[in-house]
């Protein structure tokens, strides 16, 4: 069985740049993703908030981490780790593949999308359903859709539809977005309309999506709305089933790891970085976190020696 100094569990920025920062530290690392290295980083639209690039997609930066996380470590894609477990002083990762030993592991896990779960919504999947405006968006260029939600993602994703070159409107269930003001003005500035205060109810169709059902709370009343596409953004949900196995103390309320400043967890050698931890989820802070992880396992390891 390979064994390493340190394994991470996911590869989007928090756990790409604890890679580079253990690499460097001549720990053996190995990171393991589930899917392509990314994660949710490969569908932000544009970011505009990350130091040192005035604007750029997620799946640039990504790209330009991966290539630079592989000088310092080596990337395993579509390998999903399905448990942890101690063994002796070592950790023992099995996954869908194989299995390996580490002195430490890095929790980036990161989260996943919540769904509405309203009719029509898994049956549309792929057919004018998508949670995904950059993989997804440019099939409906000249066309209508409606993004749901009220949030950074959903101002993003209408922004990029807008850019792009579909026809967009928002889909909010109160008559405030909870985006940030710079989002919120790009929204105005385009004049994306928004429709205020509605749930969506339905999605109806024949082979593709041909409208939605929307509900009034204020008005109490429905309205069919002709569109093309459905693009859902209600938020995301931690994505914490390893963790959860392996006992790592997790919050209640929103499932998100609980750590120390170090990133360390409740378990020795364990330690939780990026959009799986309690606090902002946000580029540049699970890049911080990924940082912190790493730089505490390899303090840690030597002072145990
Ligand atoms: P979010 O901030 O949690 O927003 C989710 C939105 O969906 C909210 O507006 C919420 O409405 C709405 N919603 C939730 N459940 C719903 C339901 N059942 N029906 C209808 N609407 C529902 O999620 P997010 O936008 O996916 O962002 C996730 C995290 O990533 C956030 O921390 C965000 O700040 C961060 N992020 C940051 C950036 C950036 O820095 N530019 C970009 C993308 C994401 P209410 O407002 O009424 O609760």
């Known amino acids: 069985m390979d064994e ?12 790409l740049t604890a890679a580079i920062y253990s690499g460097r530290q001549n720990f053996k690392t190995l990171v393991l993703e589930k899917a392509l290295a990314g994660g949710t980083g490969l569908i932000v639209p544009l970011m505009e908030n990350y130091p040192g690039f005035d604007m750029i997609s997620g799946r ?15 990337i395993k894609e579509f390998e999903e780790v399905k448990k ?3 063994n002796g ?11 390996y030993m580490s002195k430490s592991v890095i929790l980036a896990t990161g989260s996943k999308h919540r769904f509405l779960n309203v009719p029509g919504e898994a049956e549309f999947l792929g057919r004018g359903v998508s949670y995904c405006a950059t993989c997804d968006g440019p099939l409906f ?18 922004i990029y539809l807008d850019s792009i070159g579909v026809l967009v409107a928002m889909v909010h269930r109160r008559d405030e977005l909870r985006a940030e003001i ?37 008005t109490d009343q429905k309205e069919e709305v002709i569109t093309n596409g459905v693009f859902i953004a209600v938020g995301e949900i931690p ?22 400043k170090g990133q360390r967890t409740n378990l020795p050698m364990v330690y939780a970085a990026g959009d799986i931890t309690i606090g902002n989820n946000q580029w540049l802070i699970a890049c911080s976190e990924g940082a912190v992880a790493a730089l505490s396992a390899y303090n840690d390891i030597r002072i145990k020696k």
Request: no cysteine.
């Open 141 to 158: 260029v000249g066309r209508r859709v409606l993004v749901v939600g009220g949030g950074n993602s959903a101002a993003q994703q209408a």
């Open 60 to 74: 640039k930066l990504i790209e330009l981490m991966k290539i630079q996380t592989m000088k310092h470590a080596e």
């Open 89 to 99: 002083d070592l950790l023992k990762i099995s996954t869908t593949k194989a299995s």
């Open 182 to 218: 710079y989002l919120q003005k790009l929204l105005e500035d385009k004049d994306i309309p928004i429709i205020w205060n509605s749930e969506l109810e339905k999605i109806k169709g024949d082979q593709l999506v041909q409208s939605a059902v929307l509900y009034n709370i204020k």
């Open 4 to 15: 390493y100094d340190m394994v991470i569990i996911g590869s989007g920025p928090a756990g």
């Open 239 to 260: 994505a914490n089933q390893v963790a959860k196995e392996m006992g790592v103390e997790i919050d209640e309320r929103g499932g998100y790891i609980i750590t120390d």
């Open 84 to 86: 942890v477990e101690y």
